[in-house]
């Protein structure tokens, strides 16, 4: 193999992941039953809750509107990786779109990988839209460093949801794959805390909150706003780590069972 063969291959693979990953973006900004219910619920929750019926209240020691800026990017970002791994994946799955792609010479991960830079870039924009409603009118001011620490805290806190979402796309067929979601994802959002501060929910419930995955984001995104009432930080990101990879296992065992459905 001449050495101008070993420098184009990883090229060459370099940009099938990029076309995959631009391509899948594209799809999914053309298929408004996605893209905007994603990008618009989130900020509508935002203006009601934090900028209107927030307005002139506080959260413990920050503005509703501060405190809502985080607890409200945790469930955007969520919905973003549920949504665009779980309901994504079971309705390819039901359409035998993922069995064609097998069939070609693309890399599997690469389609994997590209579902992760859409949930990301999602993520991103509705992060920005939120950062911009509450800078504008909901009188939130913070350092640069913060922001930009919530937005990574936000942004990168969609991965272990989009493990959990493949393995919801794996169990789930297409049609029940939205309904099984929602039943997951809201009450989980509310009982975390997300939409009413813990601290106000009853006492039964803030105990039971802990457990679930949505709070442990919630309160690192809280933290970059001197708002978190939860465990120490590292506590969050263990539990969030091993959540992501009991997902992905979860994810392979269905992916192993489709296989040898396919392929016997």
Same mark, same amino acid.
């Given at each position: 193999?001449? =050495? ?8 060459? &693979? ?10 899948? /973006? &594209? ?12 990008? =618009? +619920? ?10 209107? +019926?927030?307005?002139?209240? =506080?959260?413990? =020691? ?5 405190? &809502?800026?985080?607890?409200? %990017? ?53 992060? !920005? ?7 504008? +009118? ?11 620490? &919530? ?14 979402? !493949? ?23 509310? /009982? ?10 009853? %006492? ?35 539990? /969030? ?8 296992? !979860? ?14």
């Amino acid at each position: 193999m001449s =050495s101008h063969s070993t420098i184009a291959e990883p090229r060459n &693979l370099a940009r099938i992941y990029a076309l995959e990953a631009r391509y899948e /973006l &594209l799809k999914t900004l053309r298929m408004p039953a996605y893209a905007i219910p994603t990008v =618009s +619920f989130p900020l509508l929750c935002y203006v009601f809750f934090g900028l209107t +019926f927030g307005a002139g209240n =506080s959260a413990g =020691s920050v503005s509703m509107a501060t405190y &809502l800026l985080a607890t409200t %990017g945790t469930f955007g970002v969520i919905g973003a990786s549920l949504f665009g791994f779980g309901v994504g994946v079971a309705i390819e799955r039901g359409q035998g779109w993922m069995l064609l792609k097998r069939a070609t010479p693309m890399p599997p991960f690469a389609y994997f990988s590209a579902k992760i830079f859409m949930a990301l870039a999602f993520s991103f924009i509705l992060v !920005l839209g939120l950062f911009a409603l509450g800078a504008l +009118f909901g009188g939130v001011a913070m350092p640069a460093l913060d922001w930009f620490s &919530l937005a990574a805290v936000l942004v990168a806190g969609a991965l272990p949801f989009c493990a959990f979402g !493949l393995f919801l796309g794996y169990v789930c067929g297409p049609n029940s794959a939205p309904a099984i979601v929602n039943l997951l994802y809201l009450p989980m959002a509310f /009982l975390s805390g997300l939409w009413i501060p813990v601290q106000a929910l009853p %006492g039964f419930l803030q105990t039971l909150a802990p457990a679930l995955p949505p709070y442990h984001l919630s309160q690192l995104a809280l933290a970059r706003v001197g708002a978190s009432s939860g465990p120490e930080a590292w506590v969050s990101i263990l539990y /969030l780590t091993v959540f992501t990879f009991v997902s992905l296992g !979860l994810a392979y065992v269905g992916f192993r069972r489709d296989e040898g459905k396919t392929y016997g």
